[in-house]
């Protein structure tokens, strides 16, 4: 048996930009052992900077110029935690999240980007649309051509502000796009006006002083109306108000000035320029702090600084994953000096382009847009076809071997009670959790966890039942933090379907191999999570039991209390019933994608906000409409359950309407692409309960693949079985109380065969 190798050091990517993307590929294909890499990012597409404009001219769909940072992550063998950063604490070296229990690091790489500066101009933060966050911005952008689309004869006018590189080519791409929908629209005619607005007296002051004068004849050509030498001190609702006194009437403006950093940066305590920006040395390190690297827009090379722009951040991908390996290994850092000249390519919106480099310009010409499309296509190649690695370290990059971090070699892990975290290590994990999680009061918990003994002792008041549970399960997410709310979730939903009311809970953890500071660490996220889910529902952890292991997983026993005559089974459906659904079908087929990077990261970020949705005011709102039957749909899939709650009541039949299922985004996908879950297999018994099953193939049913009916889901919903006029205002209530995706399935009829369920 060969020993594992347990996680030593920890090293956090805050930020998905060009620079971190091609730093986590190139992790992919070369790992350190022993070095746990951990990504933490909110937006889980990074837009890539060389085909936006082509986005926003209709060139590009999304998935063609966005880089998938899900399976990027999983290639990279990355934990992904989809959270915002706010904030450091350096002296503990730990990041500060929004949503997310901070995260702790030994090693650190920022590279978040920048924002437009638009706070200080008056009216900025309310009417303007800035281009960064790229991701919000393209949201207002489809916007605004859904509105022309739909509204063809409607003058438009928006305003541009900020004439360097991105302004001009925005405002190309918009006009183009725009035309190309009024075109569309047969409203050619439709007055549509555009207004670069820029305080300089010439556009892309950066540039040659050729290449600024050809740009500046297209957008004349073009009918985009230059607005030089204004600089904007208001923006108001209907225009523009510049410093001179001019006022340019606008619908929208765009802000695309001169760049601004995160204000948590400089807060933090890491040394930054005059605008908030990570001050490095030459090889990406912070100025400051040594553990601290930064790359991309919010890094400012001290000795070498460059302008704020993406073929920047590109060529520091290499250099930035090299030195982090290095730092990693203890080894010398190695410097990276930054080219002085670089090409530029400018999308005009129409297929033709641009050339500029140092004093020399080319184009407009067709040819010139082929070249920049070949070159961002190869770029992005990159990361949609990630390579098939036959081992960690495949493709001529040895792996290094454990021995270059740590001279101890790894002992053989203990089984029995050997395979316990230890006590210290608990502890403290556990202390953590009650100072960042009050538990609510509960006088029915005699002995809990604030009372450490051998067993803990609840107590039963007359008149009530105790109901029991017991979930267990492998992570199928790389946070632990919301691994263990959808773990206690799943665990909490029978509970639920059952309408008990939760009490208290039973842990049971399997960690991963590592060191006793990074088990706390994990271990505290794991319970902080499902202790989040257990305060929400009531419940309170009063005990439980971790073991180390090859892969984290957790496991909840879980106790409600009920009175004995309000209990729901899954026995009680009736003919003239109707069963309703609450939640969409689909997390088995996405998450076996996912193993294999086929999913979209669009698509798993769908499925874990399921996951993470309670069914406790599901349940409530179906003992309110006087439900005869209830269950939770988990791992046998809707047909299994389904099938269950057949077994144990009167003989009945099922007409399900499988048009009706709701599915989560990318089930469908999945599933015709052949992505099935390990218990698919077993879970398609059920099939023979099923008229006239084997006579026909799945899809003439309708659109759903039949298949789904098979899925088994992690937290799914509860399918309920209510009076048929009961029905509409169950739904209706189910809607409003925050389950958009609940459906009228199944109709309960008279049994008419010894195959109960049909399809319809």
Same mark, same amino acid.
């Given at each position: 048996?060969?020993?594992?190798?347990?996680?030593?050091?920890?090293?956090?990517?805050?930020?998905?930009?060009?620079?971190?993307?091609?730093?986590?590929?190139?992790?992919?294909?070369?790992?350190?052992?022993?070095?746990?890499?951990?990504?933490?990012?909110?937006?889980?597409?990074?837009?890539?900077?060389?085909?936006?404009?082509?986005?926003?001219?209709?060139?590009?769909?999304?998935?063609?110029?966005?880089?998938?940072?899900?399976?990027?992550?999983?290639?990279?063998?990355?934990?992904?935690?989809?959270?915002?950063?706010?904030?450091?604490?350096?002296?503990?070296?730990?990041?500060?999240?929004?949503?997310?229990?901070?995260?702790?690091?030994?090693?650190?790489?920022?590279?978040?980007?920048?924002?437009?500066?638009?706070?200080?101009?008056?009216?900025?933060?309310?009417?303007?649309?800035?281009?960064?966050?790229?991701?919000?911005?393209?949201?207002?952008?489809?916007?605004?051509?859904?509105?022309?689309?739909?509204?063809?004869?409607?003058?438009?006018?928006?305003?541009?502000?900020?004439?360097?590189?991105?302004?001009?080519?925005?405002?190309?791409?918009?006009?183009?796009?725009?035309?190309?929908?009024?075109?569309?629209?047969?409203?050619?005619?439709?007055?549509?006006?555009?207004?670069?607005?820029?305080?300089?007296?010439?556009?892309?002051?950066?540039?040659?002083?050729?290449?600024?004068?050809?740009?500046?004849?297209?957008?004349?050509?073009?009918?985009?109306?230059?607005?030089?030498?204004?600089?904007?001190?208001?923006?108001?609702?209907?225009?523009?108000?510049?410093?001179?006194?001019?006022?340019?009437?606008?619908?929208?403006?765009?802000?695309?000035?001169?760049?601004?950093?995160?204000?948590?940066?400089?807060?933090?305590?890491?040394?930054?320029?005059?605008?908030?920006?990570?001050?490095?040395?030459?090889?990406?390190?912070?100025?400051?702090?040594?553990?601290?690297?930064?790359?991309?827009?919010?890094?400012?090379?001290?000795?070498?600084?460059?302008?704020?722009?993406?073929?920047?951040?590109?060529?520091?991908?290499?250099?930035?994953?090299?030195?982090?390996?290095?730092?990693?290994?203890?080894?010398?850092?190695?410097?990276?000096?930054?080219?002085?000249?670089?090409?530029?390519?400018?999308?005009?919106?129409?297929?033709?382009?641009?050339?500029?480099?140092?004093?020399?310009?080319?184009?407009?010409?067709?040819?010139?847009?082929?070249?920049?499309?070949?070159?961002?296509?190869?770029?992005?190649?990159?990361?949609?076809?990630?390579?098939?690695?036959?081992?960690?370290?495949?493709?001529?990059?040895?792996?290094?071997?454990?021995?270059?971090?740590?001279?101890?070699?790894?002992?053989?892990?203990?089984?029995?009670?050997?395979?316990?975290?230890?006590?210290?290590?608990?502890?403290?994990?556990?202390?953590?959790?009650?100072?960042?999680?009050?538990?609510?009061?509960?006088?029915?918990?005699?002995?809990?966890?604030?009372?450490?003994?051998?067993?803990?002792?609840?107590?039963?008041?007359?008149?009530?039942?105790?109901?029991?549970?017991?979930?267990?399960?492998?992570?199928?997410?790389?946070?632990?933090?919301?691994?263990?709310?959808?773990?206690?979730?799943?665990?909490?939903?029978?509970?639920?379907?059952?309408?008990?009311?939760?009490?208290?809970?039973?842990?049971?953890?399997?960690?991963?191999?590592?060191?006793?500071?990074?088990?706390?660490?994990?271990?505290?996220?794991?319970?902080?999570?499902?202790?989040?889910?257990?305060?929400?529902?009531?419940?309170?952890?009063?005990?439980?039991?971790?073991?180390?292991?090859?892969?984290?997983?957790?496991?909840?026993?879980?106790?409600?209390?009920?009175?004995?005559?309000?209990?729901?089974?899954?026995? @009680?459906?009736?003919? *003239?019933? !109707?069963?309703?659904? =609450?939640? /969409?079908?689909?997390?088995?087929? +996405?998450?076996? %994608?996912?193993?294999?990077?086929?999913?979209?990261?669009?698509?798993?970020?769908?499925?874990?906000?399921?996951?993470?949705?309670?069914?406790?005011?599901?349940?409530?709102?179906?003992?309110?409409?006087?439900?005869?039957?209830?269950?939770?749909?988990?791992?046998?899939?809707?047909?299994?359950?389904?099938?269950?709650?057949?077994?144990?009541?009167?003989?009945?039949?099922?007409?399900?309407?499988?048009?009706?299922?709701?599915?989560?985004?990318?089930?469908?996908?999945?599933?015709?692409?052949?992505?099935?879950?390990?218990?698919?297999?077993?879970?398609?018994?059920?099939?023979?309960?099923?008229?006239?099953?084997?006579?026909?193939?799945?899809?003439?049913?309708?659109?759903?693949?039949?298949?789904?009916?098979?899925?088994?889901?992690?937290? @799914?919903?509860?399918? *309920?079985? !209510?009076?048929?006029? =009961?029905? /509409?205002?169950?739904?209706?209530? +189910?809607?409003? %109380?925050?389950?958009?995706?609940?459906?009228?399935?199944?109709?309960?009829?008279?049994?008419?065969?010894?195959?109960?369920?049909?399809?319809?």
């Amino acid at each position: 048996m060969e020993a594992p190798t347990p996680v030593t050091q920890d090293l956090v990517l805050i930020g998905g930009g060009h620079s971190h993307a091609i730093a986590l590929r190139m992790w992919g294909m070369n790992p350190i052992p022993g070095v746990r890499l951990t990504l933490i990012t909110d937006v889980m597409h990074t837009p890539y900077s060389g085909m936006l404009p082509g986005y926003v001219a209709g060139l590009y769909d999304f998935d063609e110029c966005h880089i998938d940072l899900r399976p990027l992550a999983r290639f990279a063998g990355a934990r992904l935690i989809g959270d915002r950063a706010v904030g450091l604490d350096l002296a503990q070296n730990r990041v500060l999240c929004a949503h997310h229990p901070a995260i702790a690091f030994d090693w650190l790489s920022i590279d978040i980007g920048s924002t437009p500066a638009v706070s200080t101009v008056p009216g900025a933060a309310d009417y303007a649309i800035p281009v960064k966050p790229i991701s919000q911005f393209l949201t207002q952008w489809e916007a605004i051509v859904q509105q022309v689309s739909e509204q063809p004869q409607r003058p438009l006018r928006l305003g541009i502000v900020g004439g360097g590189a991105g302004g001009v080519e925005l405002a190309l791409n918009i006009r183009a796009r725009l035309r190309q929908v009024l075109q569309q629209a047969g409203h050619l005619d439709t007055p549509l006006e555009i207004h670069l607005v820029h305080r300089g007296r010439e556009i892309l002051p950066e540039r040659s002083p050729g290449m600024r004068r050809k740009m500046q004849h297209i957008l004349a050509q073009r009918g985009i109306q230059l607005h030089l030498g204004e600089t904007v001190a208001a923006v108001e609702p209907d225009g523009l108000r510049c410093e001179s006194g001019r006022w340019i009437e606008c619908d929208r403006p765009f802000w695309v000035t001169q760049a601004s950093a995160e204000s948590w940066l400089k807060e933090s305590g890491l040394a930054t320029d005059d605008r908030g920006f990570i001050q490095v040395n030459d090889c990406l390190q912070s100025t400051s702090h040594p553990y601290v690297f930064a790359a991309g827009d919010v890094a400012t090379m001290v000795r070498h600084p460059r302008p704020k722009a993406g073929v920047f951040a590109v060529r520091q991908g290499k250099p930035l994953f090299e030195n982090l390996r290095r730092a990693a290994l203890g080894q010398p850092l190695k410097p990276f000096v930054p080219q002085k000249e670089f090409l530029i390519l400018v999308g005009l919106g129409d297929r033709t382009a641009v050339a500029s480099r140092g004093p020399l310009h080319f184009g407009p010409t067709p040819w010139l847009w082929q070249w920049k499309d070949r070159i961002d296509r190869r770029f992005m190649e990159k990361f949609s076809n990630l390579p098939e690695m036959r081992s960690r370290g495949s493709k001529g990059l040895p792996l290094v071997p454990p021995s270059s971090i740590d001279s101890t070699p790894p002992s053989l892990p203990c089984a029995g009670c050997g395979s316990k975290i230890g006590s210290q290590t608990l502890d403290r994990a556990l202390r953590r959790v009650r100072a960042e999680l009050p538990e609510p009061a509960r006088n029915d918990v005699l002995l809990g966890l604030d009372v450490p003994d051998d067993a803990a002792v609840v107590q039963i008041a007359a008149g009530q039942v105790l109901v029991q549970t017991v979930d267990y399960f492998r992570a199928m997410v790389d946070d632990p933090f919301v691994f263990g709310q959808i773990a206690a979730n799943h665990a909490l939903s029978d509970l639920f379907a059952m309408g008990a009311k939760p009490q208290s809970a039973l842990a049971i953890a399997t960690l991963p191999y590592a060191t006793a500071a990074k088990q706390e660490e994990a271990l505290f996220h794991l319970l902080a999570g499902a202790t989040k889910m257990l305060h929400g529902a009531g419940a309170v952890l009063i005990g439980g039991h971790t073991v180390e292991g090859a892969e984290m997983a957790l496991g909840l026993c879980c106790n409600g209390l009920a009175e004995p005559s309000h209990l729901l089974h899954k026995g @009680g459906l009736r003919p *003239g019933d !109707v069963l309703i659904l =609450t939640k /969409p079908l689909g997390t088995g087929t +996405l998450f076996a %994608a996912d193993m294999q990077r086929q999913a979209k990261g669009r698509w798993i970020e769908g499925a874990i906000a399921m996951m993470l949705q309670s069914n406790q005011a599901a349940a409530e709102i179906f003992r309110a409409y006087h439900a005869h039957a209830c269950t939770d749909v988990t791992g046998f899939g809707l047909l299994g359950h389904l099938v269950e709650m057949l077994r144990t009541s009167e003989p009945v039949g099922v007409q399900l309407d499988l048009s009706a299922l709701p599915l989560l985004p990318g089930a469908a996908e999945t599933l015709q692409q052949g992505f099935r879950s390990s218990l698919h297999p077993q879970n398609l018994a059920a099939a023979c309960w099923v008229r006239d099953w084997e006579q026909g193939s799945p899809s003439r049913f309708s659109e759903i693949p039949a298949d789904i009916l098979f899925d088994p889901q992690t937290a @799914g919903g509860l399918l *309920g079985c !209510v009076p048929a006029e =009961t029905a /509409p205002d169950c739904l209706s209530a +189910l809607h409003q %109380a925050g389950y958009p995706e609940s459906r009228a399935i199944a109709l309960v009829v008279p049994l008419e065969s010894d195959r109960p369920v049909r399809l319809i």
